[in-house]
């Protein structure tokens, strides 16, 4: 059996995860102007988006195993394009503009925080002896949708108007509607069965679990604060206009981001001697993107800033996939419900992060959210460095 059509479908779903998260905040401006939303409002979509992520994660993960993946594959999907289609609607329809918003962000974030779930462990499940290396390059495919989003967003905002964004969120929903038609049909390899999953309640109390859990919650602090508050941040501190923000900032994080996770699957597949283990590049990396946070936070240059954006890309990049890697090596046997923790973990991350940022935006600016923020790149390192301490 080929399982290559379940893999684009994988590779696809990881996009519509990347228009799920991010396009949001690249409508931060078009939203608050029209609306007149507070920075705090603003951060409150993205906490939203995240925190009911988090739920479905620690909900769902142990029926997944029991019903299967392809129902909630398909589904979840389905569900992306009706939180678009009603998100869209704000201003449109007899309902406060917010509230629109924020219901539509719940419907959606339900649907993004089925695919966190589900892509890693329907993936992890196909035989191939290469894990870390499908991981990567899985997770590299979100950062490729980033781009995307970042780019075409902005340049039909750009082009059409900053009133055209119902338009253009309605026209990103084609991308689950078709993916999710091609979930209901592609081959999906079973998991671990039940009966044979090592004991939650043995797993979830080892130390080496803990920090990869707090590992994987720092990753996406680091990696969604950054990516949901550089486009304003370039645009009203740094002075640069919009489009070339989004483009030569945002743009270049998710590319660079996306680059190392692909350059890291490329490289493993192939056997690279010379390639360290991906535990060392993941605490490389840590340490570059509280470097970059601190520089985002001092600097007036604009090619510091965007030089900031590309390297702390580069530094979160194999975060998040990596801390999926090492909990697969460490407990193999685990289950979906391991990847229903860890992604909880992670969401919870990225929904406390950009909240935080949002939070002392508001009070001290956002050079101030920034230093704050610059918290999470330094809990991973922490983390990494007790991994390295704890593994056998």
Not at 171 to 176: D, E, F, R, T, Y
Not at 227 to 233: C, D, E, K, R, V
């Amino acid at each position: 059996m080929s399982y290559k059509p379940t893999v684009r479908a994988c590779y696809l779903g990881t996009v519509c995860q990347a228009i799920i998260i991010n396009l949001t905040a690249i409508l931060f401006v078009p939203l608050a102007q029209q609306f007149g939303l507070s920075y705090t409002q603003l951060g409150a979509l993205v906490m939203v988006n995240f925190g009911v992520q988090v739920s479905v994660s620690l909900v769902f993960g142990p029926i997944v195993d029991r019903v299967g993946f392809r129902p909630f594959a398909t589904g979840a999907h389905f569900a992306a394009v009706i939180g678009m289609g009603w998100f869209a609607l704000a201003g449109r329809v007899p309902v406060d503009p917010y509230i629109v918003l924020l219901s539509g962000t719940v419907i959606f974030a339900f649907a993004g925080g089925f695919l966190e779930l589900l892509l890693s462990p329907i993936l992890n499940a196909i035989p191939t002896d290469e894990k870390s290396s499908a991981m990567c390059i899985l997770h590299a495919f979100f950062c490729f949708g980033h781009v995307a989003v970042a780019f075409l967003t902005t340049m039909f905002l750009f082009v059409l108007g900053l009133e055209s964004w119902p338009l253009i969120v309605l026209a990103w929903g084609l991308v689950p509607l078709i993916n999710g038609f091609i979930f209901a049909f592609c081959p999906i390899a079973k998991a671990v069965p039940v009966n044979e999953q090592s004991p939650a309640k043995d797993i979830l109390k080892k130390p080496l679990f803990i920090v990869l859990v707090l590992a994987i919650l720092f990753a996406g602090a680091s990696e969604i604060a950054f990516s949901q508050w550089t486009s304003a941040f370039l645009e009203q501190i740094i002075g640069l206009p919009k489009i070339l923000g989004d483009i030569a900032g945002v743009g270049m994080f998710a590319a660079m981001m996306g680059v190392s996770r692909l350059g890291y699957g490329i490289l493993k597949k192939r056997g690279v001697s010379w390639l360290p283990k991906q535990s060392r590049l993941m605490l490389i990396g840590s340490g570059l993107a509280l470097v970059c946070y601190i520089v985002m936070a001092a600097t007036s240059s604009p090619v510091l800033a965007l030089m900031a954006c590309a390297l702390c890309g580069l530094g979160v990049g194999l975060l998040w996939p990596g801390v999926l890697s090492l909990s697969v090596d460490a407990f193999p046997m685990a289950g979906t419900w391991m990847f229903a923790v860890m992604a909880a973990a992670g969401s919870g991350g990225a929904s406390v992060g950009p909240s935080v940022f949002g939070v002392v935006g508001d009070g001290f600016g956002l050079r101030a959210g920034f230093m704050v923020t610059a918290v999470f790149p330094l809990g991973s390192l922490i983390c990494l460095k007790l991994y390295h301490k704890l593994k056998p």
